[in-house]
């Protein structure tokens, strides 16, 4: 794979000075693109062999563009806040806006490398990281974002020579790292590593490009060539590509219904929250003793978790006014204020829309030791962004495949993952939304948009009925809370929790 | 997952009756335009739990529609035939050409779930296998294909109740199998099982469809209903979308021509064969001893692969005339006529031409301990088809991933693979041309393409670099033979089999 790099190409300063002056130009050009026309964020790689160029690439990328639109990060160590969640936060969180660029070095690539390499993961094992990272780039190419990884190569003997004269370099010799001189007698290990990444993750969206590192004129010349040509031509297919999304969406919206009405005769007339039974209730003696009860466990088995560093997600979904934050209330009545977040959720923000929708659940992933809840969450893609039609056809059946990725790298890392639907039925809500219009208090609560929504309810179920479907997997089932009856429904979540909490920690 | 098709859903007789006669006839009538405007292949697969109406359901489809353009398959125990080759190989054979629908019975799903469920496999060894699956599904469908798939379900009671009925009837009881029973007890390991493959495998571009399977009725009319919903709708997007990509394709032509030559100045200049030494020679002398010996070798070595059933796939590239057809016969004068097959390609016929590109190569594909070579190959989708424009940027980019997976499954099963890239310089070739033109019993082999194709040697070396750079891996790299001396590089081919061959059967 890397014979084709190792040739002794070459620019003499002359051209070297000639090119750049032509690249620097065009790429401020098309920076400018990106950030008018260019609904899309732009995310570049670099890996491969120390001291091949990796540093020097990146400084020149940014000198010949506008810095105030790049965002470096080089992925060293995990730090201790990273440490404590799945791998791929880190990675999530430098995903740059749209418009914008991130350059990334010894990022996603870097940690399965060494792992394999150092024998601390098997082949199937290595693989099976590769694939995480083809998911995580098919998410962010199939919602328009432009990836490009570089592999900076030098030749065994290459390399050598570079550490030498690192090592000899008074000025420079203080970059040099304890493992540099290990991992070049590893070279052979290193290399079969980077054949089996390259070839594994080399995909049309998300392309390799193989760089011979020995010349500087020449590797940089060629990464900006090669950068320009990737941005210039995804400038242009994006364009065709939204068109081309909007006018199928808009086709498949009046073909289908002019066809088959979306509640066709063979869409399920049942839907799993029709078996509920909703008359369960407790009374309200019964519910005192049980509230103090769990919650009380609820807080030592907290405490636990806390201690033995395990960490809890909570995702609260339902109709409006099903009762979420009441029983979310519930649960954070019982805790300490240091070691829980509560993040409600509604129409993200600018800089959200900016991003991947998965982002701004990325970033609330936990610590280790802390619990989450959800009021509303990722599961918007397939409710509210399904049925108001802001994610396409296209976009919300493929967000089942990514929540099940998302949910799992949550789970792998030891997370306890509690999903609540909490039902009513259409005659309560209209209840509650009446209750509230004449609470003042609680008037504040009710908006138009909540009386739209509900004109919806069958359509909101049908796809609530979806989602349970396809996202229900043994560690991580959806619990269903006949809410009709508030305390009968809290109680039932806290229960709930005590019981996933009390397998994981010990009770 | 399952919960929510256990929901005891119901259709009476007469609601049958009254939705088969408008699903009847939808079906036919998109059968008929699949097969007129339908530029695309259908497949359908069914899996799920045994007695929860998989082959009814197959059944029924077939009845609603003209035979003529459906191919049934029920996978069973491989054949000795299929058993020597990969597993894909017999899931390959049976892709549909395009206008055509195939209906896949426990197709590539079933072994995965087996061995995972008798616990021969561990969970990343599974997920390796849904990984091939979930490659074999987006290569078909960036293709066109529209890819479904349904898990027919029952519940633990119910379907005890099934076997019992099946059981005790005695026009039925000999579809009882005997692992029947055993395979009831282990039901919540099947459907832990079931989880994984769902929501691993349940993507945008080939999605899982739950169905309840209880009641007759009911079950089949959502089966037909869901197969005519897509259909419908894929007949509706990929005409879109064929529109787009071409759209799309000639934007990026002339876009990049016009501001990036494709030979810009970052292109390499120098490309791996022009660091070849081309003088390299052998005289006649030596070429005879050598030949007899290698031929002697290989002959001895083949018929030990014979035996140990080791599989030997060659593969032959390089410009017209660089001596691949004399290559290839001095190999195959060394072995015996009944464990050797050559496959010279051309461009594919109408039917091949009906397949996805990889199709007819994994029809070549050699039983146990035979030996298979190529003249051209699947490589033919980064030469000439890029270079002719017959394969858009887009489909030759992720040819590379397409054929690194290929080769991997081909390595994985112990086959031992070798590629060539035969060398010459254009002056050889056109000494060559002319001496073709010169004696009477070769002229048939010149044609004006190969005058064409001259024409544009730089950009095939171009793109035979970047092929080179992209797929060769360590189990299995190109081999660059210098062929402007015949006898050198005939021997370096003889040679290298030789030392393949030997790391592998023994000395």
């Given at each position: 794979m890397f014979q084709t790099v190792e040739l002794g190409q070459k620019l003499s300063k002359r051209e070297f000075k000639q090119q750049e002056l032509v690249l620097w130009g065009n790429l401020l050009t098309l920076q400018q693109r990106l950030r008018k026309e260019g609904d899309f964020p732009v995310l570049i790689d670099f890996a491969g062999v120390?001291?091949?160029g990796k540093g020097t690439s990146v400084n020149l990328l940014n000198r010949w563009m506008d810095t105030r639109w790049i965002v470096n990060h080089a992925f060293t160590r995990p730090s201790d806040e990273e440490a404590d969640?799945?791998?791929f936060w880190r990675v999530w969180r430098r995903?740059?806006?749209?418009g914008q660029i991130a350059i990334h070095m010894s990022?996603?690539?870097?940690r399965p490398l060494l792992d394999y390499v150092y024998g601390k993961i098997t082949p199937t094992e290595f693989t099976h990281e590769l694939d995480r990272i083809n998911n995580f780039e098919k998410a962010l190419a199939d919602d328009g974002a432009m990836v490009l990884k570089f592999w900076m190569h030098l030749s065994r003997d290459l390399q050598k020579k570079r550490l030498k004269q690192l090592e000899n370099d008074p000025l420079r010799?203080?970059?040099?790292?304890?493992?540099d001189w290990k991992h070049w007698e590893m070279y052979d290990k290193f290399i079969e590593a980077a054949e089996r990444i390259i070839s594994y993750t080399n995909t049309g969206h998300a392309p390799w490009e193989i760089i011979e590192g020995e010349d500087f004129n020449y590797r940089s010349i060629r990464v900006g060539e090669i950068f320009q040509r990737n941005l210039e031509r995804h400038l242009v297919t994006e364009q065709i590509r939204k068109k081309y999304l909007s006018e199928m969406r808009e086709e498949v919206q009046t073909t289908l219904s002019e066809i088959?009405?979306?509640?066709?005769?063979?869409?399920?007339?049942?839907?799993?929250?029709?078996?509920?039974?909703?008359?369960l209730s407790l009374d309200k003696k019964t519910y005192k003793k049980e509230l103090a009860f769990y919650k009380a466990k609820l807080a030592g088995l907290n405490q636990k978790a806390v201690q033995q560093k395990i960490s809890t997600t909570l995702v609260f979904e339902g109709p409006?006014?099903?009762g979420k934050g009441g029983a979310i209330r519930q649960i954070t009545n019982a805790l300490?204020?240091?070691?829980y977040k509560v993040y409600p959720f509604a129409a993200p923000t600018d800089i959200e829309k900016a991003h991947h929708y998965l982002w701004r659940f990325w970033n609330c992933v936990?610590?280790?030791g802390r619990m989450t809840i959800f009021d509303?969450?990722?599961?918007g893609r397939v409710l509210v962004e399904r049925i108001e039609g802001f994610a396409g056809d296209d976009e919300w059946r493929r967000a089942f495949a990514e929540i099940n990725d998302f949910e799992d790298q949550l789970l792998e890392h030891g997370i306890v993952l509690l999903k609540f639907w909490m039902h009513i039925d259409k005659d309560e809500q209209l209840r509650r939304f009446k209750a509230r219009e004449d609470t003042p208090h609680k008037r504040?609560?009710?908006?138009e948009e909540d009386w739209r929504n509900r004109e919806r309810w069958d359509e909101y179920s049908l796809a609530a009925h979806e989602m349970i479907q396809q996202t229900?997997?043994?560690?991580s089932p959806w619990i269903l809370v006949e809410n009709q009856n508030k305390p009968y429904g809290r109680i039932k979540v806290l229960k709930s929790i005590c019981g996933a909490l009390e397998r994981v920690v010990g009770d």
């Open positions: 120390r001291g091949a969640r799945p791998t995903v740059p806006p749209k990022g996603r690539y870097s010799s203080w970059r040099m790292l304890p493992e088959t009405p979306p509640n066709g005769t063979g869409s399920p007339v049942i839907t799993i929250m029709d078996g509920l039974d909703l008359s409006d006014a099903s300490d204020a240091r070691f936990p610590r280790a509303r969450s990722w599961y504040w609560k009710l908006c229900s997997v043994k560690n």
